[in-house]
């Protein structure tokens, strides 16, 4: 069975940023605030930092859940796991997550300054240089025969749509929300039509769930 | 964690039938068309019947593959296992899904008239006579924490809602199947707002979805 390459729940502004500017350890997002980013996935019951009982379960919770679904390895750029540029200053860094990262697999980190592996709880994160062919053979060679999740952020997706190296894409679009400027996805889904089949799925929260598949 | 009682992918004609009038072994919905019924989920990547590459994987196929998330047993009423009516004649029959069901767990099938149970691949079938209430008791516990498919028909659904035993609900409404007459699950939607939650979700594939949860 094939192994897809998987872009999931991926939030972006409704003018196709996925993080705002000036990323620091206090604004992972940069200007862009992430709590009206996943306003939608953090109102679902099955959100993974849910704190309280109750949540919805209607249409967008059928994506948080689907987060983790067959999927063995995630690989991610660089800005998502941390705000750190150039050299390791500080290996006691660990990412943004704590002690329970929700990813609970292998992630494959993005960065040409390579660190030495380390596991938190049942997430263990490599620190790898390479284009992204050769780090999705890793990725899919941990994955042991499960699919591989793109976690983001947008460049490490545009780098990725570009190799043509992605199966599907998740997408919530957050009309709400414009940053004006920040790390960008797209200036129009549009774009992606010509490798892409794509359903628009309105949400009730708002939300505007876009679906691409390989033609 | 609370087990749930989940209806999920159960199909209806845009008149609110779950099945048509005269089933038997060759018509198992009666004088409903199955592929009808279920054509937008035979369309998905996700199928478990599925015997060609390809598939569709836009929002349809989040609600096929989400069949399984979590399920640890699910409840049946006789008639979505065999046509038979009365004492069982004939105990050859196993159900209308050959020697590989898309159970993969025990199975509760309610039925007046007991039966032993047998092992088809990793789908055990049990025959329960019972009240709602006892035979979800035997399904929970079975499930080993893990939540309780309520798998139809409608009218088993039905018993189930009468007793208020059921937490989630995922109706695909299929609105170019008009039956007439047959197993009814509701006149309206619209029924169900006073206990539930309800998301009405259009698919592109022509389907409604109707997404119920608890208030």
């Known amino acids: 069975m094939h192994q897809l390459v998987k872009v999931q729940n991926f939030a ?26 996943f306003a939608w996935a953090g109102a679902t019951a ?50 943004w997550w704590g002690g329970e990262p929700p990813f609970h697999t292998p ?48 460049t490490t997706i545009r780098e990725f749509l570009d190799a043509d190296l992605v199966d599907t894409m998740h997408v919530a679009v957050v009309p709400a929300v414009q940053l004006g400027a920040g790390v960008r996805l797209w200036v129009s889904p549009d774009e992606l039509l010509d490798r892409f089949h794509l359903e628009v799925v309105p949400s009730p929260s708002g939300v505007i769930h876009h679906l691409f598949w390989r033609r």
Do not use: C
Request: glycine share 16%; net charge negative.
């Open 46 to 95: 099955s959100w993974p930092n849910r704190t309280d009982p109750g949540g919805s379960r209607g249409l967008d919770d059928y994506f948080t859940r689907d987060f983790a679904h067959n999927i063995g390895a995630e690989i991610m750029g660089r800005n998502k796991f941390g705000p750190q540029r150039g050299p390791w200053q500080d290996h006691d860094w660990r990412g």
């Open 107 to 154: 992630v494959f980190v993005l960065t040409h300054h390579p660190r030495p592996s380390f596991t938190l709880s049942d997430t263990t994160f490599h620190f790898v240089d390479g284009d992204p062919a050769t780090v999705l053979a890793q990725a899919r060679e941990a994955a042991q025969g499960r699919d591989v999740r793109l976690g983001g952020g947008a």
């Open 12 to 37: 972006v502004s409704g003018d196709g940023f996925g993080a705002g500017e000036g990323q620091s350890r206090e604004r992972p997002f940069g200007h862009a605030d992430p709590g009206s980013m």
